[in-house]
């Protein structure tokens, strides 16, 4: 039986997918992590749905795509994207977002700013006042693997907002980091609550070795997130 968190990751995928995508979308981009999933099957229950080129933004959602026997397209094909739906690990109550805890961001950025209307989707337990406090785990940022250790001082002493951590985020199944799909490494910097996210992303950007930072800001439009009780409730960006 599904838990509760499951069931919400679903309504709040399935009523995504049913406002945001119709027959008349050419490209659609595909995000990353476990509320995807059920954004894909939603997606391959609908028929009118099946000519859409979809963009992945990951191995995962590549693999979603292909299995599903959906057409598969890539960024380079199609700089230009309809909507794209991915999910998220914290929201704040202006859809500034924290992503990259799937190790994802950098492609997640580039399929997310393609897109004429960006689209979020998550669970209750994502929803948060302030950056920072509900996703603890730190901001995702993807490195260069030689500057990672100039990056983790950089961040540590360059930054107007001191972190309270840094760390390389390390494989679970394997000796060693954890690599990106475009060969990377990921630090992840926990803040605390961040003030402005914006602005510290900007920051962050600008460090030598840094390819891509997890804060998603000023980009959604909308946001659904699955509750307990099987309801979904919608954010959109004021």
Not at 107 to 129: G, L, N, P, T, W
Not at 145 to 169: C, D, G, H, I
Not at 201 to 225: D, N
Request: overall charge neutral; some cysteine.
């Amino acid at each position: 039986m599904a838990s509760a968190v499951e069931k919400g990751k679903k309504v709040a995928a399935y009523r995504a997918v049913d406002e945001n995508i119709t027959a008349d979308h050419k490209v659609i981009g595909i995000g990353s992590g476990s509320t995807v999933v059920y954004a894909v099957e939603r997606i391959l229950q609908r028929k009118e749905l099946q000519h859409i080129v979809y963009i992945p933004t990951s191995f995962q959602s590549r693999l979603l795509i292909t299995e599903g026997g959906l057409t598969l397209g890539s960024i380079e094909q199609f700089p230009e994207i309809d909507v794209t739906i991915d999910g998220a690990d914290e929201v704040d109550s202006q859809l500034n977002a924290i992503k990259g805890g799937g190790a994802c961001q950098f492609q997640e950025m580039v399929v997310a700013k393609a897109a004429k209307k960006f689209v979020m989707i998550a669970d209750y337990r994502k929803k948060s006042k302030s950056l920072g406090t509900e996703w603890v785990k730190g901001v995702p940022i993807e490195v260069v693997p030689l500057a990672y250790k100039v990056v983790m001082q950089a961040l540590n002493s360059q930054l107007s907002v001191k972190p309270q951590f840094t760390k390389l985020r390390m494989a679970v199944q394997k000796a060693g980091p954890v690599v990106t799909d475009n060969g990377n490494f990921v630090i992840d910097a926990h803040f605390g609550p961040i003030a402005d996210p914006y602005k510290l992303g900007q920051e962050i950007k600008l460090l030598t070795g840094v390819l891509e930072v997890g804060l998603f800001c000023r980009m959604a439009e909308i946001a659904y997130f699955g509750e307990e009780d099987g309801s979904v409730d919608i954010w959109k960006r004021q």
